[in-house]
């Protein structure tokens, strides 16, 4: 498949967002070659609950590959770390969630003991795809990886807001593999309230994942959400309700 140009993502849908709403606020990040859109029904059924939202780009996102190309883990992660900050300053109480790579951010986030509550949606501890674990050894080769082809996802996707690349810069793989092994080594340190959430139709992620988060985290108060025949992008499938309700539940408790 060939890469997406820069006009693409020239639509509201993908356009960072604040909802402004009550006290307990929640900052959204999406995953690795995503974009807002894949968060932003997500974020408009929390605003209805009259919570404040936040969705953000990560850098090199939204825009081209090549601009990908140029950032990294840490850019993605500082990002995630100045707008969970500035929904701070708004908000006395902040919770982080994110999808797939924007999971790890929350987790690591989370480690730091910055949120008052974390949710990770289909994030990673470990990929199917084995060519993310070569990428260094075959980017002189395969400079490119390409996803799957978007007329599939669209039979699981609500494709109205599924924005996002269709295909990576192979060395950047070793970034998504970066922010895995920071997430995963440090998961005791998590002590904050943990909803995981993963679907069982997901052929991105690792099936254990959730499990490993779970078990890994030293939060008191910790959940698993299965979303039965969610693809990983889950916050664009018929899922999204129980998503928003679990979500809710968790947050109407700090």
Not at 100 to 107: A, D, E, K, Q, V
Not at 130 to 141: G, H, M, N
Not at 168 to 180: E, G, T, V, Y
Request: proline residues 7%; aromatic residues 6%.
């Amino acid at each position: 498949m060939e890469p997406n140009d820069a006009s693409y993502f020239n639509h509201d849908r993908c356009r960072p967002f604040l909802h402004q709403g009550g006290p307990k606020g929640v900052l959204l990040l999406h995953g690795f070659t995503g974009s807002v859109a894949h968060i932003r029904p997500l974020g408009d059924a929390l605003a209805d609950r009259g919570y404040t939202v936040m969705g953000i780009n990560l850098p090199g996102h939204a825009t081209t590959e090549a601009d990908m190309a140029a950032t990294g883990w840490k850019q993605w992660l500082d990002a995630a770390h100045s707008a969970f900050h500035k929904l701070r300053g708004r908000c006395p109480t902040a919770t982080v969630a994110g999808l797939s790579m924007g999971g790890l951010l929350s987790l690591i986030l989370a480690e730091e003991k910055l949120p008052d509550a974390c949710v990770a949606l289909s994030a990673p501890m470990a990929v199917q795809n084995k060519l993310l674990y070569f990428s260094r050894v075959i980017a002189p080769f395969k400079p490119r990886i390409s996803w799957t082809p978007p007329e599939e996802r669209r039979e699981q996707l609500n494709s109205a807001f599924d924005y996002g690349y269709t295909g990576f810069p192979s060395r950047k793989a070793a970034d998504l593999r970066r922010l895995m092994g920071m997430a995963k080594r440090d998961l005791p340190k998590i002590t904050c309230p943990l909803l995981v959430a993963q679907g069982t139709a997901d052929r991105t992620v690792w099936p254990g994942s959730a499990d490993r988060i779970l078990c890994g985290a030293g939060s008191a108060r910790k959940s698993k959400l299965m979303l039965e025949g969610a693809p990983h992008v889950c916050t664009l499938s018929a899922q999204l309700p129980a998503i928003v309700d679990a979500m809710d539940e968790l947050m109407k408790a700090l």
